[in-house]
């Protein structure tokens, strides 16, 4: 009996041991993007995204296994300017089967630099944990001169496993720099930083392996968002018009001829309309579709009942969301209401 508990009290110790030393679980997923791009030559700027795989990417930044323990997926293989609804449903749901049923400590997402802010802010609003979702790519394709996927890949992983970036939302890391979901925008099309976040900031940063963050979103995310992509297999049809002088109503007549469920409007100044888009806007509100205001402008919020009356047309202002991120927002709140106040609610809330 004592040789047995002798024993048992050895192999419990072994395991507290081990345990204690075990790496997080971090899963990579790929995406495709300049990451994983391949240019003519190492100095030429011409590039095609979303050639190499998982592989390459993980053997060109071995030092992310001193981090964590790192296994990896390839999800799809495209240039982020082709991400959709089917990829952003499947992403979303692997993304929770892995935290949730698959005991993962993290998720990093590689993925391209065009849409990453969209995808992002869809996964903000649907992954139901808390651990630490970061998306990573580079403006510079794999095999460039001074590539800057390899350190955006390795810090991303160092965000993963810090315990600095649970209960964050989904965060994207670039540039040794950390952005939330909500406010993180690409501002420059070629520049290795070009993501910024918005009036507020970035939310953190990375540095010598380490997460450091500066501040916490305010608004609503991840574990603590209502919205469900896990029984849907597509989303309400949303579409984009921009505004600017003596502007055509045809792109935004097409979305109402086509039957869309809603229409954001990217509009001059604080989410203004050429009067002849204005009228087509009313009526296709009466008809059941609904209108966000929003802006072109870089900053500044879309206000409700501004130079706008929203609440005689119905219409939900962005706030502050950008065009691309409003419709993302409005796509989700469908599935939920058709309710114009209702939605306005969550725009103040996500
Ligand atoms: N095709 C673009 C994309 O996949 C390249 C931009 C990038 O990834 O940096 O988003």
Request: hydrophobic share 40%; net charge negative.
């Amino acid at each position: 009996m004592k040789q047995l508990k002798s024993i048992l009290l050895v192999a419990t110790a072994l395991l507290v041991t081990v345990s204690l030393n075990a790496k997080p679980k971090i899963r990579i997923i790929a995406t495709g993007g300049t990451i994983a791009g391949v240019s003519t030559t190492s100095a030429s700027s011409a590039y095609t995204a979303g050639q190499v795989g998982i592989q390459t990417l993980l053997d060109a930044v071995p030092q992310i296994l001193n981090l964590a323990d790192i296994s990896g997926e390839q999800l799809v293989n495209i240039g982020s300017q082709d991400m959709n609804d089917e990829v952003w449903l499947k992403l979303s749901k692997r993304v929770n089967e892995l935290l949730n049923k698959e005991g993962y400590d993290g998720v990093v997402i590689t993925h391209g630099t065009d849409t990453m802010e969209e995808t992002a802010y869809f996964l903000n609003l649907t992954v139901k944990s808390d651990k630490p979702v970061i998306l990573a790519g580079s403006m510079r394709p794999s095999n460039a001169i001074s590539a800057d996927g390899p350190a955006n890949l390795y810090n991303a992983v160092a965000a993963a496993v810090s315990p600095n970036c649970k209960g964050m939302g989904v965060l994207c890391c670039m540039n040794n720099q950390l952005l939330d979901a909500k406010t993180v925008i690409k501002t420059h099309t070629i520049d290795c930083d070009t993501f910024e976040g918005g009036p507020s900031g970035i939310i953190g940063y990375v540095y010598n392996g380490e997460a450091h963050l500066l501040q916490s979103p305010i608004n609503r995310h991840t574990k603590n968002s209502v919205f469900d992509v896990s029984k849907l297999e597509e989303l309400p049809k949303v579409g984009i018009v921009y505004g600017y002088a003596n502007a055509s109503p045809l792109p935004m007549k097409a979305f109402v001829d086509a039957k869309f469920d809603g229409i954001v409007l990217a509009g001059v100044g604080d989410g203004n309309f050429y009067k002849d888009v204005f009228e087509v806007a009313v009526e296709a509100q009466k008809e059941g579709i609904q209108i966000v205001r929003s802006s072109r402008c870089p900053t500044g919020p879309t206000c409700l009942n501004s130079e706008v009356d929203d609440e005689k047309y119905h219409f939900v202002a962005a706030l502050d969301l950008n065009p691309q991120k409003a419709r993302v927002l409005l796509m989700l709140a469908l599935t939920k209401t058709r309710d114009w106040q209702e939605i306005q609610k969550f725009f103040m809330e996500y």
